[in-house]
């Protein structure tokens, strides 16, 4: 029997295999079209009974025209009142037109939008993400044609993925914790109330932290902190601490007291230049100071249906006979805050209420605001009217640059002074009294005023209140208003000493609460003698705060003024704030 064979059929390629001879399965390719046979591959336009551009002419004519038409028709309607819902057959017919012929057009310009894009791309192919399909091209005649087989193209380059940074820990069920917040299920500001162990949470926040960004926080110490004492009152989702440098300034000569101050610090020749002052300082007799002022403040403001309503509300705030029923009502917040006077302001119909009371030992806003609260609720009685628009509507005003604060005054309001003998401006500050006194007024006066300066008509009272306040665990933010200060010099005794005094109007501190409680700041406030509420008299201790304040704010003006007046200021910077290290090394 003669059995012929058929040639054998081609395989259609289902599988690829690797190096090992393990099957890669992947879907089923389409058939490819051989550019390279004589004959030219099938095009889409082949389907069209007119040629592409004829009918590109075409659908752009009647999209054109039948547009018009439609404006046209639209606008008899509106001339003579004719609902435009109302249409008539050839309006559908025109309606449809359109519709077809933007279809078309959207279709033929999307395909040039999407060629334009390749052209401009540095590759030859789009990669279809997730699918092992081939990629497709467009060419000129806006046909989608396959791509050459992939070893024949270049891979689309991606961007690397940030390694991701692994550290060991603690248990199976850290990691399970760890991998629930990356995956966001749990949320990462929960972990100290389901876990119950602050220490631990700061860990696995860190941790997930470094895993999500895929960026390492080496160097952002987490050990020997106690993070309990930040729970719920001064920082939320810890995943370490900053170290900053404490330097030691003094001893400070005043009122008889010395003090060593504790200054932190990033910069350099502030500690040493400061020092430097509180040594003229000690060695002419010691400055003194006072506190003028001493109120915490909180505005509100309200609103009113019209701005006569609004003038009553000042009215009634304002009389000396209602102070005492307002006073009693904003005293029950506290056993230390005592109101101590209202003011107002008009914008409008609307109306701020500066309320500034006492706050003994602490700092106070937590304590003004919740008397203002009870004020608010007690006035909603008279004036069921009033729209509390905000507990504060920056009238107070903090942590912002304000007049009302320059001149009013807000927390606690010292001047400090001190009389330095010619012998040791010359000895110690190596300058004179006289080239102190125009320095300090071209610079601090004149050129203050040039400026437009609000409350900084000082040298650099800001660096000395901010190492302060950092260093005792005041608000830093608050540095804005503490730092209001005005400088002034003046040659006294026949014009060979020199008398030179800091007035400080809005000193914003506080012995407890807020930051203070933390264990560096408290041992800083434990130096000064300030730690703490006062237990002889109610508020001494911030009160003695300001005042050290504005007796270090004395040193470093003068220090810096006499560097300046002297020329040494770029010269002592390029020897002590100027690192020495090799920083090739460093880096290598």
Known sequence: MDTRRRPPKPRRPTSSQDGGGHHLHQKRLPPTIDNSSPSSPPKASDALPLPLYLTNAIFFTLFFSVAYYLLYRWRDKIRNSTPLHVVTFPEIAAIISLTASFIYLLGFFGIDFVQSFITRSSHDAWELEGSHNPNFLINKDHRLVTCPPPASIDPIPKLPNPETIITPLASVEDEEIVKSVTEGTLP??????????????????????????GRSLEGLPIEGFDYDSILGQCCEMPVGYVQIPVGIAGPLSLNGMEFMVPMATTEGCLVASTNRGCKAIYASGGASSVLYADGMTRAPVV??????????????????????TLSTVFNRSSRFGRLQGIQCAMAGKNLYIRFKCSTGDAMGMNMVSKGVQNVLDFLQADFPDMEVIGISGNYCSDKKPAAVNWIGGRGKSVVCEAIIKEEIVKKVLKTSVA?????????????????????????????????IFIATGQDPAQNVESSNCITMMEAVNDGKDLHISVTMPSIEVGTIGGG??????????????VKGASRESAGSNSVLLANIVAGSVLAGELSLMAAIAQGQLVKSHMKYNRSSKDISTVAS
């Open 188 to 213: 990462s500001y929960s972990l100290e109330t389901k876990l119950g162990d602050c220490k631990r949470a700061a860990v696995i926040r860190r941790e997930a932290l470094q895993r999500t960004t």
């Open 516 to 529: 203070t409680q933390l264990a560096s700041q408290s041992a800083c406030l434990n130096l000064l003698g």
């Open 435 to 467: 080239s102190l006194v125009e320095l300090n007024m071209l610079k601090n006066l004149a050129g203050s005023a040039i400026a437009g300066a609000l409350g900084g008509f000082n040298a650099h009272a800001s660096n000395v209140v901010s190492a």
């Open 303 to 324: 609103r009113f249906e019209t701005a006569k309503r609004a003038s009553e509300l000042k009215l009634f705030l304002e009389d000396p006979d209602n102070f005492d």
